[in-house]
């Protein structure tokens, strides 16, 4: 399973962005499909999970302003983000986590660069 993140850019504090992800494969079946970011000199932290019955689940420094959703027609899944701070500065990666899974793996993308400036 390939992964495209796309979406990132410079935005002021305030703005938003939307980040997509599409994947080479059908995401329909794949367990969970994730955002995780790793700003500089950080651990990478997740971000947005979506599971494959539709549960969504988010890190608590984005509650509230981040939304992930998902276009299963389209390969792809989406994280909207809304009232950007400079510390949502950071690499976003998307993943597919299918280790329990058909393909027993988790496949990652290759990243987009979000900047936040204040």
């Known amino acids: 399973v390939q992964l495209q993140a796309s979406g990132g850019g410079l935005v002021q504090a305030g703005g938003c962005l939307r980040l997509?992800?599409?994947?080479?494969?059908?995401?329909?079946?794949?367990?969970?499909m994730g955002w995780s970011r790793q700003a500089p000199g950080k651990l990478r932290e997740v971000v947005a999970t979506i599971g494959s019955g539709d549960r969504i689940t988010y890190g608590d420094s984005v509650k509230g302003r981040f939304t992930m959703f998902r276009d299963n027609a389209k390969n792809t899944v989406y994280l909207q983000m809304t009232s950007l701070k400079p510390e949502d500065t950071a690499v976003y990666y998307c993943?597919?986590?299918?280790?329990?899974?058909?393909?027993?793996?988790?496949?990652w993308g290759q990243g987009t660069q979000v900047t936040v400036s204040s």
């Open positions: 997509s992800c599409v994947a080479s494969t059908s995401i329909a079946s794949i367990k969970t």
């Open positions: 993943n597919a986590d299918d280790l329990d899974g058909h393909y027993g793996m988790d496949f």
